[in-house]
């Protein structure tokens, strides 16, 4: 058997036609933000969420919190903007989400969103990512594991 009559054994990389290239177990993407009143509202008028502990200031002081508090959606949507942007990248999106919510997000926080890539399929543009949300204090408000896949997209 000549070397032209070897079968093709090259492994495929899922990840050339994606705009940020595939991604590294390790790296790490991070992005902050502060969090406002407007935030809140914003997320209301588009999910219909309007639980007293985001909206009324009163009924949100008189509980347990103390204050109003960030809806989820809210804090999280930090981890969607560094997936979507930084790592991995344009055209993903999460598959899977497994999140706990260990500390609530007040109004006038500043919030850091970090991804780090924890296995990277090289075949297929999947990514394991670990999560996290911190507040200004370093304390961690919401942590996890999700599953990211990023679509091929024109440069």
Known sequence: MSANDQPNTAAVNGWT????????????AERKKDVTEKDI????????DYNPLHTDKAAAEASRFGGLIVQGGVTTGILNAVVAEDLPGPGSVFLSVEWKFSKPVYVGDTITGRVEVLDVREDKPFCTIRTTVENQDGEVC????????TAALPQ
């Open 41 to 48: 509202e914003l997320f209301s008028t588009m999910s219909g």
């Open 17 to 28: 036609e994606t705009r940020h290239g595939m991604p590294r177990q390790g790296d790490v």
């Open 142 to 149: 919401i942590s996890g594991e999700a599953v990211t896949y």
